[in-house]
């Protein structure tokens, strides 16, 4: 019989944020594939579980991945942590979870702390439709081009940032967007100085260009407005039935198109075209 792959979050600030199944998860597994060894090894002397680690992180993915596999294929448990947060948002993990799925494995994700959503749920911006961006990159080009993929993007947005490129981002997004966009940005999440800044694109570029950006944040960016398209007028209905008429429709035909393109009633564009 195969093992399984548990997907465990761990605090993103707090340790008591850890839960209890979490806790037993942990101390149940065969062994721990962890992001950093000494980032975990921390967390579990706190938890008191003394258990086998595994290092699993960018740079060494692609060959201990398949390790990991064979040894579920083989019969033994897998837990998964990243440094903080929900594996496989936003880390290596994502991989590992492919990679077990591909191999017919089950994987179980433990719900628990997510820097993403517990962003998302305090900053104050619509949560009713969001999509997650990620981290954007750090080449100029890149970024800019993200970044006017999602001009027109209605849906709040959620980035990750480090500190050291948040200037950056901010002057990319507000380049983008507009400065007076809305953005929360939601720094030190569960630790002791966390914050919420409710503020414009510019409003934070002008605040982080005066006090350098320190800690881990979380950008919450508004969607576009809506575009309204203005209605049409009889007027423009009387010139379109007239260039139709003019490529060859019959009258007739011209304001029954002309109505469906400029969504007009019939009799509208019919009294708007008697002059032609
Ligand atoms: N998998 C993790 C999760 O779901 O929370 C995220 C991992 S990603 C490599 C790390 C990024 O998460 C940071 O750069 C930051 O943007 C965000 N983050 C993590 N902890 C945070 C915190 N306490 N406060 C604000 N942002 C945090």
Known sequence: MPGMLYLVPTPIGNLSDI???????????????AEDTRVTLKLLNHLGIKKSLVSYYEHNKAFKGSVIVERILAGETCA???????????????????????????????????????????????????????????????????????????????????????????????????????????RELTKLHEEVIRTTLQGAIDLYTQQPPKGEFVLIVAGAEPVVEEAATPEDAAKRVAQLMESGFSRKDAIKQTAQELNLPKNVVYDAALNI
């Open 80 to 186: 998964l942590v990243s440094d903080a947060g929900s594996p496989a948002i936003s880390d290596p993990g994502e991989d590992l979870v492919k990679e077990c799925a591909q191999a017919g494995i089950t994987v179980c994700a433990i719900p628990g702390p997510c820097a993403a959503i517990t962003a998302l749920s305090i900053s104050g911006q619509s949560t009713g439709r969001f999509c997650f961006e990620g981290f954007l990159s750090t080449a100029k080009k890149s970024r800019r081009e993200h970044l006017e993929a999602l001009k027109t993007e209605q849906r709040t947005m959620i980035f990750y940032e480090a500190p050291h490129k948040l200037l950056a981002t901010l002057e990319s997004m507000a380049e983008a967007f507009g400065g007076d966009r809305p953005i929360s940005l939601c």
């Open 19 to 33: 839960s209890i199944r979490c806790k037993e998860t942990l101390e149940n597994a065969d062994f721990i594939a």
